[in-house]
Nanobody, 122 residues
């Protein structure tokens, strides 16, 4: 059974750093584009960043460019979201999702994780 499990969330101070992990099981994640999404309380879920099967990153949010990095370790079937210099507006539950195929779609993802909460204090 295909599964994605996020971890690494927690409380971080503005200007610090945090690394989220997304562990895939039941499928070979390197054959999928992996997207990161977030949902703040009272807000709709929004796409953050994505890494495609060629390890090219797409940032869906201009506000994370230069601060967030996506990478993958295929041997561990794990994808990471490195959050540097986070801001309070980055607070939310972060989800990873897998999309079959090479590119990074905006919303068409086959599998979703349960999310890990991130709180950025000022």
């Amino acid at each position: 059974q295909e599964q994605l499990v996020e971890s690494g969330g927690g409380l971080v101070q503005s200007g610090g750093s945090l690394r989220l992990s997304c562990v895939a099981s039941g499928f070979t994640s390197e054959l999928y584009a992996i997207g990161w999404f977030r949902q703040a309380p009272g807000n709709e879920r929004q796409g953050v960043s994505c890494i495609d099967t060629s390890d090219v990153t797409t940032h869906f949010l201009d506000s994370v460019k230069g601060r967030f990095t996506v990478s993958r370790d295929n041997a561990k079937n794990t994808i990471y979201l490195q959050m540097n210099n986070p801001r309070p507006e980055d607070t939310g539950v972060y989800y990873c999702a897998a999309a079959w195929g090479s590119g990074c779609p905006r919303w068409k993802y086959e599998f979703w994780g349960q999310g890990t909460p991130v709180t950025v204090s000022a």
